[in-house]
């Protein structure tokens, strides 16, 4: 990832990132026969998850993604993940990206982020990506 982070505009990293685990998990629902993806993304919590943006990254999918905590208090999330034993998890610093810019843009569009992939050579990371059974199980 930080090869493609070093050929875009900082600002678009968050949501390249997101494509690109959007289309991971595609391959992953193709062969797990699965027909949609599903996150824990909340309404504006963070700079990729603003409604133009989760716009923007569904596009890097034909599955229908599902966000069933999109508009839940952050309260009510952390609640859940602590009954569900995730919190703590969640929390770790290792689980922080480091690759977060400064200013990440909470709007974008299509076709400047399509622009950006295709100077970074994102699709032709997908091109040979072949999954494990180790990778994702």
């Known amino acids: 990832m930080s090869d493609i982070v070093s050929k875009i505009n900082r600002r ?39 409604l133009d943006n989760m716009t923007v990254n569904d596009r890097a999918t034909k599955l229908i993604v599902l966000r069933p905590l999109l508009c839940y208090d ?29 200013n990440p843009a909470t709007k974008s569009n299509i076709e400047q982020i399509r622009e950006e992939e295709i100077h970074a050579g994102v699709d032709s990371v997908f091109e040979d990506f072949e999954l494990s059974e180790i990778e994702y199980h």
Request: glycine share 6%.
């Open 12 to 50: 678009f990293t968050c949501i390249i990132c997101r494509r690109m685990m959007f289309r991971t998990a595609e391959r992953v629902a193709d062969k797990e026969s699965a027909r949609f993806i599903i996150t824990g993304e909340n309404l504006g919590q963070v700079a990729s998850q603003t």
């Open 74 to 102: 952050k309260q009510d999330i952390v609640n859940i993940a602590k009954k569900l034993g995730t919190y703590e998890i969640s929390i770790e610093p290792p689980g922080c990206c480091r690759l977060v810019p400064p």
